[in-house]
C-alpha cells in the first residue's frame, strides 16, 4: 500500500476511476483505518489533495488539454491523476514549492510507467508551471455550456441542466457555492446537552462558531483544534455530525414523544438520533436499511447518543411487507406508524460541495434510475402510515426528477395522502448551497387522510 500521501492520493483516486460504486467515504476510511503510517499532517495534505483534485478536475482537465498533444481519452487514467495532482499542488496550494510538486509526480510515475511517460509527465508539468495562468478558457457568451463547465469544472451534462432552469448568473452562483469548502456543521444532541452548553464546552476545541440561522440545535465551524472523534463532547454523545439542511428534514418529520416511528432508510442513523432527540426518547422508532453493517454502527451510535428506544430492522425496500414481514409488525398493538421518514438514495447531487467525486461518477441515466426505486420505495412504505400519520419523502437532491416529479407520482398513485402543511410552501421544502448556505436537500410531507383503513395488519 502506498505509504505517504500523494501516492494514497493517487491510489484513491486512480480506485474511484475503476469502480464507480464506492463512496469516497468508504475508500478514506478503508484506506486510513488500517493502521495507517500517515502522520497528521500527511492526513491533512491527503484529503486537501483527494478532494482539491476532485473539486476542481474538470479545470484542471482543461488545462491538462491545452499543454498535452495526447487526448484526453487517449492518457492513461493513472498518469492523468498523476497530472492532476501535479497540477493541483501548483495552482492551489501555496504552501507547496512548485518544484515540490513537479518532482513528486515524476517519481510516482516512475514506480508504474514507461520512460517515455515520465518524461511526458516531466515535461508537461514543467510548461505547465510556467504558463498555467495564460491558458484561454471558453468564451462564456459564445460557449457558456463549454466555459462554465472548464471554468467552475463541472461536467458539461450538468451544467446544461441547470444553465436552462437556472440562467447563466444563478449558475454561476450555484457553482462557486458547491466549489467552497462547506463549515463542518453538528447537531446538539438535546438527550445530553443544549446548544449554550455545547458552544461553551466546545470553546477550547473551536475557534469560531456560529448557530445554524434555521435548525434550532445546530452549530457550524471551520478547522478544529482536534478530531472531531477525540473531542470530549463527541465521546460523551453531545453531538451528531450533520448539514443544517439534513436537520431541516426532521424538523418537518416533526415527531413527538410517545409516537411509533419508522426510519426507513436509516442509514448510520444521522437522522434516527435526531428523531429520537425530538420524541425526547420516549415512543417507539424502526431504523430499517438493506444493509446490516449500517444497521450494527447505528446501534453504536444511539448507545453513544445516549437512545434507547430503537430497533434496528435490516429489510430491503424493494420486498414488499407484506411477503416478508419484519418483526415490527409483532409490536404489542402495532397498527401502522404515526411517522415515517423516507430518506430515499438518490444521486447525492445536492451534497457536491462535500462528495465531489459524485460530479464525476453520476449521469443522466441515474436520474432516471433513481426516480423509480424511489417512487417504488415510496409505494412500498405508504401502507404502513397509520390514517391521520405523516409521511416525509427527502432526497440530498436537487434535480426535479428526484423532487416534484416523485411527488407529484406518488400522490397521483395515492388519493389517500395529502400534502401537509407545517411552516413551508406547501409543506415541501428545498434547499440549495447558493441561497441558503446548506446543503441541496428536497423534502415533502404527505399526511394520510384520517378515514382511510386499508391497512392489513
Ligand atoms: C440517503 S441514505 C440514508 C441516510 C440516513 N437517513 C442518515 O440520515 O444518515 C439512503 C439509505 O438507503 C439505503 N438503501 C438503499 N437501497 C435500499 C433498499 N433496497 N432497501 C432498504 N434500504 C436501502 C442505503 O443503504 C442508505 O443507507
Given at each position: 500500500?502506498?505509504?505517504?500521501?500523494?501516492?494514497?492520493?493517487?491510489?484513491?483516486?486512480?480506485?474511484?476511476?475503476?469502480?464507480?460504486?464506492?463512496?469516497?467515504?468508504?475508500?478514506?476510511?478503508?484506506?486510513?483505518?488500517?493502521?495507517?503510517?500517515?502522520?497528521?499532517?500527511?492526513?491533512?495534505?491527503?484529503?486537501?489533495?483527494?478532494?482539491?483534485?476532485?473539486?476542481?478536475?474538470?479545470?484542471?482537465?482543461?488545462?491538462?488539454?491545452?499543454?498535452?498533444?495526447?487526448?484526453?481519452?487517449?492518457?492513461?487514467?493513472?498518469?492523468?491523476?498523476?497530472?492532476?495532482?501535479?497540477?493541483?499542488?501548483?495552482?492551489?496550494?501555496?504552501?507547496?514549492?512548485?518544484?515540490?510538486?513537479?518532482?513528486?509526480?515524476?517519481?510516482?510515475?516512475?514506480?508504474?510507467?514507461?520512460?517515455?511517460?515520465?518524461?511526458?509527465?516531466?515535461?508537461?508539468?514543467?510548461?505547465?508551471?510556467?504558463?498555467?495562468?495564460?491558458?484561454?478558457?471558453?468564451?462564456?457568451?459564445?460557449n457558456p455550456v463549454a466555459a462554465l463547465a472548464a471554468a467552475k469544472s463541472f461536467p458539461k451534462w450538468l451544467i446544461e441542466r441547470w444553465l436552462a432552469r437556472l440562467g447563466i448568473e444563478e449558475t454561476g452562483k450555484l457553482c462557486d457555492?458547491?466549489?467552497?469548502?462547506?463549515?463542518?456543521?453538528?447537531?446538539?444532541?438535546?438527550?445530553?446537552?443544549?446548544?449554550?452548553?455545547?458552544?461553551?464546552?466546545?470553546?477550547?476545541?473551536?475557534?469560531?462558531?456560529?448557530?445554524?440561522?434555521?435548525?434550532?440545535?445546530?452549530?457550524?465551524?471551520?478547522?478544529?483544534?482536534?478530531?472531531?472523534?477525540?473531542?470530549?463532547?463527541?465521546?460523551?454523545?453531545?453531538?451528531?455530525?450533520?448539514?443544517?439542511?439534513?436537520?431541516?428534514?426532521?424538523?418537518?418529520?416533526?415527531?413527538?414523544?410517545?409516537?411509533?416511528?419508522?426510519?426507513?432508510?436509516?442509514?448510520?442513523?444521522?437522522?434516527?438520533?435526531?428523531?429520537?432527540?425530538?420524541?425526547?426518547?420516549?415512543?417507539?422508532?424502526?431504523?430499517?436499511?438493506?444493509?446490516?453493517?449500517?444497521?450494527?454502527?447505528?446501534?453504536?451510535?444511539?448507545?453513544?447518543?445516549?437512545?434507547?428506544?430503537?430497533?434496528?430492522?435490516?429489510?430491503?425496500?424493494?420486498?414488499?411487507?407484506?411477503?416478508?414481514?419484519?418483526?415490527?409488525?409483532?409490536?404489542?398493538?402495532?397498527?401502522?406508524?404515526?411517522?415515517?421518514?423516507?430518506?430515499?438514495?438518490?444521486?447525492?447531487?445536492?451534497?457536491?460541495?462535500?462528495?465531489?467525486?459524485?460530479?464525476?461518477?453520476?449521469?443522466?441515466?441515474?436520474?432516471?434510475?433513481?426516480?423509480?426505486?424511489?417512487?417504488?420505495?415510496?409505494?412500498?412504505?405508504?401502507?404502513?402510515?397509520?390514517?391521520?400519520?405523516?409521511?416525509?419523502?427527502?432526497?440530498?437532491?436537487?434535480?426535479?426528477?428526484?423532487?416534484?416529479?416523485?411527488?407529484?407520482?406518488?400522490?397521483?398513485?395515492?388519493?389517500?395522502?395529502?400534502?401537509?402543511?407545517?411552516?413551508?410552501?406547501?409543506?415541501?421544502?428545498?434547499?440549495?448551497?447558493?441561497l441558503d448556505n446548506m446543503d441541496g436537500f428536497f423534502s415533502i410531507r404527505f399526511k394520510r387522510v384520517p378515514d382511510q383503513t386499508d391497512f392489513d395488519r
Amino acid at each position: 500500500m502506498a505509504n505517504n500521501a500523494r501516492q494514497t492520493a493517487l491510489f484513491i483516486l486512480n480506485t474511484l476511476d475503476k469502480k464507480r460504486t464506492p463512496l469516497l467515504d468508504n475508500i478514506l476510511e478503508d484506506v486510513l483505518d488500517q493502521d495507517s503510517p500517515l502522520s497528521r499532517r500527511d492526513r491533512s495534505l491527503l484529503y486537501a489533495l483527494v478532494y482539491g483534485v476532485l473539486r476542481w478536475r474538470g479545470s484542471l482537465d482543461w488545462i491538462i488539454g491545452y499543454f498535452s498533444k495526447t487526448r484526453l481519452n487517449k492518457i492513461d487514467h493513472r498518469v492523468l491523476n498523476v497530472l492532476r495532482i501535479g497540477l493541483f499542488q501548483m495552482i492551489y496550494l501555496d504552501r507547496i514549492p512548485v518544484s515540490a510538486a513537479v518532482n513528486t509526480s515524476v517519481e510516482m510515475t516512475k514506480s508504474f510507467a514507461a520512460p517515455w511517460v515520465v518524461r511526458f509527465v516531466n515535461a508537461l508539468l514543467r510548461n505547465a508551471a510556467r504558463r498555467y495562468k495564460t491558458v484561454p478558457f471558453p468564451n462564456i457568451d459564445k460557449n457558456p455550456v463549454a466555459a462554465l463547465a472548464a471554468a467552475k469544472s463541472f461536467p458539461k451534462w450538468l451544467i446544461e441542466r441547470w444553465l436552462a432552469r437556472l440562467g447563466i448568473e444563478e449558475t454561476g452562483k450555484l457553482c462557486d457555492a458547491i466549489n467552497t469548502i462547506p463549515p463542518i456543521t453538528i447537531r446538539t444532541n438535546t438527550l445530553r446537552s443544549n446548544r449554550e452548553q455545547l458552544i461553551n464546552a466546545l470553546e477550547s476545541d473551536v475557534e469560531k462558531m456560529k448557530p445554524t440561522p434555521y435548525a434550532p440545535d445546530g452549530l457550524s465551524f471551520f478547522n478544529p483544534k482536534i478530531l472531531i472523534s477525540e473531542m470530549d463532547t463527541f465521546k460523551n454523545g453531545w453531538f451528531q455530525v450533520q448539514d443544517e439542511a439534513a436537520q431541516l428534514v426532521t424538523c418537518l418529520l416533526n415527531p413527538r414523544a410517545g409516537d411509533t416511528v419508522l426510519d426507513a432508510c436509516a442509514g448510520l442513523g444521522g437522522k434516527t438520533g435526531h428523531i429520537a432527540q425530538m420524541m425526547q426518547n420516549q415512543g417507539h422508532i424502526v431504523s430499517l436499511d438493506c444493509e446490516k453493517k449500517k444497521l450494527l454502527r447505528l446501534r453504536n451510535e444511539t448507545e453513544r447518543l445516549g437512545i434507547s428506544i430503537v430497533e434496528t430492522c435490516v429489510h430491503d425496500l424493494y420486498e414488499p411487507f407484506e411477503k416478508k414481514k419484519p418483526s415490527f409488525f409483532k409490536i404489542p398493538g402495532f397498527c401502522g406508524f404515526d411517522r415515517i421518514l423516507l430518506d430515499a438514495p438518490c444521486s447525492g447531487l445536492g451534497v457536491l460541495r462535500r462528495n465531489p467525486d459524485t460530479k464525476w461518477s453520476v449521469s443522466k441515466k441515474n436520474l432516471k434510475r433513481y426516480k423509480q426505486k424511489q417512487i417504488k420505495f415510496l409505494n412500498n412504505v405508504a401502507p404502513l402510515v397509520k390514517p391521520g400519520g405523516i409521511l416525509v419523502y427527502a432526497v440530498c437532491s436537487t434535480e426535479p426528477e428526484e423532487n416534484e416529479a416523485v411527488a407529484e407520482a406518488f400522490l397521483n398513485q395515492h388519493p389517500e395522502f395529502e400534502t401537509g402543511k407545517r411552516k413551508t410552501e406547501n409543506g415541501k421544502r428545498k434547499t440549495f448551497p447558493h441561497l441558503d448556505n446548506m446543503d441541496g436537500f428536497f423534502s415533502i410531507r404527505f399526511k394520510r387522510v384520517p378515514d382511510q383503513t386499508d391497512f392489513d395488519r
